[in-house]
């Protein structure tokens, strides 16, 4: 197995459960443990993080210390929150 099918069997073997749907150009389509109602705060995760990323000072992790990047990271939350 490839790509994303490889990924699943390990996590599938390991006895998690599979909350994303397979890609477009997999075989058999959605698993049968697909949960539309569990993947949809796991994508609004992603979306966040992926969004907090385009910071560049939280993308690159510039502070020394972990309260500083706590603070960086909040002050950016609150920027996304606001707009």
Known sequence: MTGMS???SVGLWD???CVTPPGL????GRPTSFDRARY???NEVERT???LKGF???ATRYDKRAYV???TVTLA????WLR
Do not use: C, Y
């Not at 150009?25 to 058999?28: A, E, K, Q, V």
């Open 6 to 8: 490889a990924d699943r």
């Open 40 to 42: 949809s705060p796991r």
């Open 49 to 51: 993080v992926n969004a």
């Open 69 to 71: 990047f706590h603070g």
């Open 25 to 28: 150009g997999s075989r058999g």
């Open 56 to 58: 560049r000072s939280v």
């Open 15 to 17: 006895g998690a459960i």
């Open 77 to 80: 939350a609150i920027r996304l």
